[in-house]
C-alpha cells in the first residue's frame, strides 16, 4: 500500500546544499521564495505578509533506509531512533518548516526561516494556529 | 512527477467517523494507539510516556481536488483558500497532529488529542522541539 504525493510548488533559495544548510530555518537560512503552481492559485488567497505559516516539503535528497542516527549528525551525541529526531533522512522524507511570509507575488511566496535547498518540492501549506497544541 | 509515501503504521481509534470525529485533537478526541510497523522498532526506541509528539497521517478519506471551502465547514464563515485552514480536503492530505504519549508496548504507542478516525495510515513521527519557531 502506498500514496501518491504530488508537488504543488518548488523552493527557490540560494541554499543548494544540504550540507552546508542550517539544520533548522532560525539558525540562518537567507530569505526563500514558495514558487506555488499556478492551478493552487484558489488556495492561496488568503496569504498575507506578516503571518506565520507550516510548509510541508518533500526532502527530495534524503535516505529512507535510515533507522538510527546521531542527532544533528553530531558523533558525540549518543543514536537516537529517527522518530526522536528532526533528521531528514526518514522513511518519508518530510520536513515539517515554521516559516513568516514576507511578500506575496501571484503565487509565489517569499518566506523567512526556510532551511530547505533550492529544487525542494513543496507539499502542502498549512497556517500555524493560536493555540500551541494545534501547532 | 510525484513522490510514493509508505505508510509506517495506522491509527487504531474508537473513531470510526470523520463526520463524527473533533477538527482538532484537543476537542475531545478519545485515547487512540498508533500502531507501528514492526520493521520501524529500531526508530521508535527513545519515545516515552509524557512526551509530546507530532504525529503526520495520510487523510485517506479526504477529497484532494478541493482548493477552497468554509472553515471548519461552517457555512457562516467566509470561503477561504484551503492551504489557510487545516482542512482534511486539500490537495496533498497531509494530517498534522500534536500528541503526548501516554504509553509505549512495543511498537504500539498510546496517545492523547488524536482526532485522525480508526485506520489512517501513519506516515512520520517528530518531536516537538523546545522553540515554538520549530515546532
Do not use: C
Not at 533559495?13 to 492551478?39: R, V
Not at 510548509?55 to 534524503?62: F, G, N, Q, R, S
Amino acid at each position: 500500500m502506498s500514496y501518491e504525493l504530488r508537488p504543488i510548488g518548488v523552493v527557490e533559495s540560494p541554499l543548494s546544499d544540504t550540507a552546508l544548510a542550517p539544520n533548522q530555518g532560525d539558525e540562518g537560512a537567507p530569505l526563500a521564495w514558495l514558487a506555488i503552481d499556478a492551478e493552487y492559485s484558489p488556495a492561496l488567497t488568503d496569504l498575507a505578509p506578516g503571518a506565520q505559516l507550516i510548509v510541508l516539503t518533500w526532502l527530495h535528497e534524503a535516505s529512507r533506509d535510515v533507522l538510527r542516527l546521531h542527532p544533528r549528525g553530531d558523533a558525540t551525541r549518543p543514536e537516537a531512533g529517527v522518530f526522536s529526531t528532526r533528521s531528514p533522512d526518514r522513511p518519508n522524507p518530510i520536513g515539517m518548516h515554521v516559516v513568516e511570509i514576507v511578500a506575496v507575488e501571484g503565487t509565489r511566496i517569499q518566506v523567512r526561516d526556510l532551511e530547505a535547498i533550492d529544487g525542494t518540492p513543496v507539499i502542502d501549506l498549512k497556517p500555524v494556529l493560536g493555540d500551541v497544541a494545534t501547532r
